[in-house]
């Protein structure tokens, strides 16, 4: 187990690796006053990695026990972001926290979140939100100020709390047959405009809690659902492509 007690101060990158099993591979390192250049972690058989930074924190490659369910926390005192061609790689719950806006930005290829994945302001909104996952994603509850990016590799989109963005959400799933499937059917989903993205999947499903604005829409393969509070729009110069059957809820006048 690794435990710093006193500040650590790294002007290149920090690495961090521990071999060990359940808590004795346990990286503890949440000292407010810790600077990183970069950070790098490995933990391939501990339970939990915990880490703080008083500066923007700037991942390294990032591995904790992808197999075993080991939990992975980064609270940051500026921007999250990869170093790049980097990944990190959860195999339970992983926790991002950075200050009100601030941005999150885990949009490298090769992110591998087995757990939910949970994206917090501290005293506030975050800004802009970036996440690509080499498998199925669930969305935790989100509100932030800015943009919104989700991707998936190879696995289905989906929800258990309310996406509140106010400016656009793209949602990009590259699976096929149920793992390219998008489905945000939270009715407290609010979303400044909203792109959608699934070549091969099978279903694509939305609501949202005011009026919908679309963005690029590109369901190839599968059926479109789109349920809005309000009115149903198309930015200027954006498209709706759909190869089955497409269908838009709108309340009645009055």
Do not use: H, K
Not at 118 to 134: E, I, P
Not at 229 to 238: A, E, R, T, V, Y
Request: negative net charge; proline residues 1%.
């Amino acid at each position: 187990e690794v435990v710093a007690g006193q500040t650590i101060l790294v002007g290149g990158l920090a690495s961090f690796t521990s071999t060990g099993s359940g808590a004795n591979g346990n990286i503890t390192l949440n000292n407010a006053g810790n600077n990183f250049v970069s950070l790098g972690l490995s933990s391939s058989s501990g339970s939990a990695v915990s880490v703080t930074e008083a500066s923007a924190t700037a991942l390294d490659n990032v591995s904790v026990n992808t197999g075993g369910g080991g939990t992975l926390a980064i609270v940051s005192g500026g921007n999250i972001t990869q170093v790049a061609s980097r990944t990190v790689a959860a195999g339970g719950t992983a926790t991002f926290t950075a200050p009100a806006g601030s941005s999150i930005l885990l949009g490298n290829a090769g992110n591998q979140f087995v757990g939910a994945v949970s994206l917090l302001g501290s005293g506030g909104n975050l800004q802009d939100v970036t996440l690509q996952n080499s498998q199925a994603l669930g969305l935790q509850a989100l509100t932030i100020n800015g943009a919104l990016s989700i991707l998936t590799a190879n696995g289905a989109i989906s929800q258990s709390g309310a996406l509140n963005v106010g400016g656009n959400a793209t949602f990009t799933a590259n699976g096929c047959g149920a793992n390219g499937n998008i489905t945000l059917n939270n009715a407290g989903n609010n979303f400044g405009s909203l792109a959608l993205s699934s070549a091969n999947g099978s279903a694509v499903s939305v609501t949202e809690a005011s009026a919908t604005a679309l963005n690029n829409v590109s369901v190839n393969s599968g059926t479109l659902a789109v349920a809005s509070g309000g009115n149903i729009s198309q930015n200027s110069g954006q498209t709706i492509t759909v190869g089955g059957n497409a269908t838009f809820t709108a309340p009645t006048a009055g």
